[in-house]
């Protein structure tokens, strides 16, 4: 048998040409990679199906953007206002902006959490995108509370 040299691309390589697909309207699945949309998406295990930004973009909907060092991201839109948008990630509470909205690519159409197909209009979806938004500041002390009644 011949080895078909399969290797893995660095997300140098890979993310321009998500990009370029993505602009093509492919609509594409990523493995969510860090944790700072925990609660709601964990690394590793749950995967998020992307598009490329096809109409206006609102209040809790989850966006993909570059940084200006390059970096991919994924997170929660809390704030847009004109060409100016913020962002928080569901693990957080500083919230990063004013960022340009050209930045952002792509978003979020529907993930799989938990081996579970979850999208907008859902419960899960709707209280991290409606409450779970509204209590950024407060997001910690929460974390902390609920663990404390879940280890009783």
Not at 43 to 66: C, E, H, M, N, W
Not at 96 to 115: H, W
Request: include cysteine; hydrophobic fraction near 40%.
């Amino acid at each position: 048998m011949r080895d078909m040299g399969k290797r893995t691309l660095s997300p140098e390589e890979l993310m321009p040409q998500y990009e370029e697909l993505l602009r093509a309207g492919a609509e594409l699945p990523l493995v969510v990679s860090g944790g700072s949309m925990l609660p709601f998406l964990a690394p590793g295990r749950d995967t998020v199906y992307l598009r490329s930004i096809d109409r206006a973009l609102k209040r809790g909907d989850i966006v993909f953007y570059r940084r200006a060092d390059g970096r991919y991201i994924l997170h929660r839109l809390h704030r847009i206002d004109g060409d100016k948008c913020w962002f928080v990630g569901d693990a957080q509470d500083d919230i990063e902006g004013p960022l340009n909205i050209k930045c952002a690519f792509a978003y979020v159409t529907q993930a799989l959490r938990k081996g579970k197909t979850q999208k907008p209009g859902c419960f899960c979806w709707n209280f991290f995108e409606r409450v779970w938004l509204r209590a950024v500041g407060r997001r910690r002390r929460l974390i902390e509370l609920y663990s404390g009644i879940r280890s009783k």
